[in-house]
């Protein structure tokens, strides 16, 4: 072989010599992931707390979930259920998105503009200036075993306005409806849940309350897969903050992609 022969090798410049190999230099690197610390960066300006404000309240801003912005920066998705309590007007209570940093927040109004509250949605339409939207992706190419990412505010009331991002392993792919073992235990939500069954993403990832709303995302694009809703909760409720489960569930966007496409619909 004639001396300082150099070859391609994987990605890898190889240069070689009669007596072996004098050294090995990178070249191209191989095709892999993307920095998740980067997606992380265009990811997290689009991600918003979700709560209430009361001018006249103490505290008067609440943060009770998460959400993201979506299509033009102004329209931001979230769960329905952070809006089932309804607003006090006596206090002067509106919903608010939440941006800023720690205590130091820009509070938003909102307004719900959608909703699919049988798979736990909802589209708002926020005042101001438009915030960085995120990308849906293609829920429907998920596979199970995936390790995706969510962002959100899992104890807003304590933590403040401060995002946490979580490594979530997609353990599975289910429909939310599960068959009951005897049919003394039918109710209207069961047969309701067995109408119009649905698949959700199980994730072996410990979420919190707050964390309803988070985006779930992909770490190489940052491309929304899903909307995390819901853990399961073993014991009761305040077993979610002290004991929590470690199975999260989330909604796949193909959803939300419905819910915005049902709102350019109805629009005027």
Known sequence: MPPHRTQRL?????RRRDAGWLWLTLLLALPAGADVTETLQSVKPGVVGIGIFSPT?????????????????LHVVSCAHIFAKPLDSANKESHAVF???DRQMNVRAARVIASDKARDLVLLKIEGDPLPPLKLGDSERAREGWQLYFTGYPIGSVLGLNPSTHRAGLAAIIPIYTPLPSAAQLNARALKQAKDAYEVFELDAIAYPGNSGSPVWHPDSGEVLGVVNSVYVKGSKEAALTAPSGISYAIPAKYVQRLLEDARAKAP
């Open 10 to 14: 994987a990605g890898f410049l190889v």
């Open 99 to 101: 941006i800023g940093r």
């Open 57 to 73: 309240g103490r505290p008067r801003a609440v943060l009770q979930g998460t959400g993201f912005a979506v299509l033009d920066g």
